[in-house]
């Protein structure tokens, strides 16, 4: 497509409940990339995809997160058992190369009740 | 490990008015730096960046130079406008690998007619 889509673009969830959250990258880009984006705060880093492989995923803040990309295109972000700590603004960001040349989705805002 | 500072906001300005937003680095490498723009309801825009030390970026109207010896990587425009109203954020990215970037927590400008 144009741009990086992600979907949905507000998420409720009660807390305890599970939450996917889509990216669609740009067509041909290998490298995905997750940031969390806290009120007030500026993007952190979650993890990194080149195509299907997931080569860092040291920004993960606790095992209830989980990130895939099985086929080196769409890539989905869960949540297991959300909690309110996890209120934020999930981006996913593509790139052609290596991170060169960054292209930002809007974002899935998350909000934990 | 590496980091952004940045002036915190929110930044008032008249149109027609000056503007800075210091930002300022702490890296273990000689990294690129970048400013990104974020509009409501948008994800982040590239800016400007710059690779190497006394470098300019622009674009816009705005600018931003590359200051090794001070670690630092100011955004300036001489003449703002409404629509520049937007939230600022400072980044960078070391140059090896690919690439996250690490940013600063954002500066909000608002500029009033």
């Known amino acids: 497509g144009a741009g990086v889509s992600q979907s949905p673009r507000y998420k409720v969830a009660k807390r305890g409940q599970d939450v996917a959250l889509r990216c669609d990258p740009i067509?041909?880009?290998?490298?995905l990339f997750w940031y969390q984006q806290a009120l007030g705060q500026g993007p952190e880093f979650l993890t990194y995809?080149?195509?299907?492989?997931?080569?860092?995923k040291s920004g993960l803040p606790s095992d209830r997160f989980f990130a895939e990309r099985p086929e080196g295109s769409v890539s989905t972000l869960k949540i297991q058992r959300t909690q309110q700590e996890d209120s934020a603004v999930y981006l996913c960001?593509?790139?052609?190369?290596?991170?060169?040349?960054?292209?930002f989705g809007s974002g899935t805002r998350l909000t934990v009740v | 490990g590496d980091s952004v500072t940045q002036m915190e906001g929110p930044v008032t300005l008249s149109e027609e008015a000056f503007l800075t937003i210091n930002c300022t680095y702490t890296?273990?490498?000689?990294?690129?730096l970048f400013w990104y723009v974020q509009y409501p309801g948008e994800g982040l825009q590239l800016l400007l960046k710059?690779?190497?030390?006394?470098d300019k970026g622009s674009n816009k109207g705005f600018e931003a130079t590359y200051r090794k010896e001070t670690t630092s990587f100011h955004l300036e425009k001489g003449s703002v406008q409404v629509s520049d109203s937007a939230v600022y954020f400072c980044?960078?990215?070391?140059?090896?690998?690919?690439?996250?970037?690490?940013f600063g927590k954002g500066t909000m400008l608002l500029v009033s007619p």
């Open positions: 995809f080149q195509n299907e492989a997931q080569l860092d």
């Open positions: 067509s041909g880009h290998v490298s």
């Open positions: 960001a593509s790139s052609p190369e290596g991170g060169r040349g960054y292209t």
């Open positions: 890296a273990t490498g000689y990294p690129s």
């Open positions: 980044a960078l990215s070391e140059n090896s690998g690919y690439s996250t970037l690490t």
């Open positions: 710059a690779t190497k030390a006394d």
